[in-house]
């Protein structure tokens, strides 16, 4: 009997997999990109075994279309325009762009082609290879029954502390789901939002799934990823301008819309040299995405402050492989001082007895030319061309990372 395809609509990715797919088919369609899959984890078993059924799902979802419906439901967002709305529809998955390979117990998957046709592969990649995983362990019943347990807890903590309510709905402690590429399943993720949206109305904003946001009438939830202004590191721009070409580029497709930016592709420190007054007025606020999250907050704050802006009047979302105890920490930790929110992933959707795999599927070149993050964690720099990452290091003056 045949197994129900993993992917059921091209719209079950990220919200910021259409907004970055805008920005850079408006900026540099003729881009030329690689990304490369990597498990930071041990896995069970070797993710290798997975070969043949990954092949299967990728040529399904190089069969998928956008469908009417969809497609007016993007164009319904008013950040999205028209004429990328006419490009999806008549846009579909080439499978030659996309390659698997089993290398020893390694599982080896590249996607090389055109950046319009091949960044989107990302997110469908990473949830096609997780649900395959944790179908293999099986026990399903076992395993959904603590993850309903765990989720029947983090809403009991929020729902119970009185300090979180704000005098009107998002005014207090906010966080919303952003867990599509480590989810356990598609159908427990839905379970997941339907819990949330019913209990914690005052709290929980929106997914990244733009297809259950349609689905479950929510809003989408997402801005910029690392991709974004790592390909602007081979555009033609001077190395050391790329993140003012990227946050550039973002004002001018957005106007004022999306308004928050990711700070570290080569770290705060390099970020926020180039995060001068214009910019700090022109965005709603930062995210982050690894360091010590309190240090990191700390500095944004004591920036808009150097920069006469009131910090009140600026927003951290913080999203680094955050947990419920942890986010609610932080909220304390900086309530009265700048208004926060909290974007929640696989400790949501995918938390159960089972270890999570650590996946990501990155992008490692733009145009033939190496490209990277410098990142303020140890073990998220994902990139094998020594040379060029002294090099960046030199230009954004960061030290490497012991």
């Known amino acids: 009997m045949s197994q129900v395809p993993v992917v059921q609509s091209l719209l079950e990715t990220d919200l910021y997999k259409f907004t970055m797919w805008q920005a850079l088919l408006h900026s540099y369609p003729g881009i030329q990109a690689e990304y490369s899959f990597v498990c930071r984890t041990t896995p069970t078993f070797p993710l290798a075994e997975l070969k043949e059924e990954v092949e299967t799902e990728l040529d399904r979802l190089c069969t998928l279309t956008f469908s009417l419906e969809e497609l007016d439901y993007l164009r319904s967002l008013r950040f999205i325009k028209s004429d990328f709305v006419d490009f999806l529809s008549v846009f579909r998955f080439q499978r030659r762009f996309i390659t698997v390979k089993a290398v020893g117990e390694k599982l080896e998957i590249v996607a090389k082609g055109p950046i319009v046709h091949v960044m989107s592969f990302e997110i469908f990649t990473l949830y096609i290879v997780n649900k395959l995983y944790f179908r293999r362990l099986g026990d399903e019943e076992a395993t959904l029954a603590e993850a309903r347990r765990r989720l029947k807890a983090k809403i009991a903590l929020i729902a119970e502390s009185d300090d979180l309510r704000g005098s009107t709905p998002f005014s207090g402690f906010t966080f919303s789901e952003l867990g599509v590429r480590r989810r356990y399943s598609g159908a427990w993720h839905e379970e997941v939002l339907r819990a949330l949206a019913e209990n914690l109305p005052q709290h929980f904003t929106g997914t990244s799934d733009v297809y259950l946001a349609k689905k479950l009438g929510l809003t989408p939830i997402g801005t910029m990823a690392h991709e974004y202004l790592q390909a602007h590191q081979a555009v033609g721009v001077r190395l050391r301008d790329f993140q003012k070409a990227a946050l550039e580029g973002w004002v001018q497709e957005y106007r004022g819309d999306l308004g928050i930016a990711l700070t570290d592709v080569v770290g705060m420190d390099a970020f926020l040299r180039d995060f001068d007054l214009y910019f700090a007025k022109l965005f709603d606020g930062l995210r982050h ?114």
């Open 289 to 402: 995405d690894s360091g010590d999250p309190v240090v990191w907050g700390e500095k944004a704050i004591a920036h808009y402050q150097k920069l006469r802006i009131d910090p009140l009047t600026k927003q951290l979302i913080f999203s680094d492989g955050l947990d419920m105890p942890t986010a609610l920490k932080l909220y304390r930790y900086f309530k009265g001082r700048i208004r926060t929110s909290y974007g929640i992933g696989t400790h949501l959707t995918n938390d159960t007895p089972k270890k999570a795999l650590n996946i990501v599927m990155k992008l490692v070149a733009c145009n033939g030319q190496t490209v990277a993050k410098l990142s303020d964690s140890s073990g998220k720099t994902l990139c094998d061309d020594e040379t060029f990452l002294s090099y960046l290091r030199q230009v954004f003056q960061q030290p490497a990372m012991s």
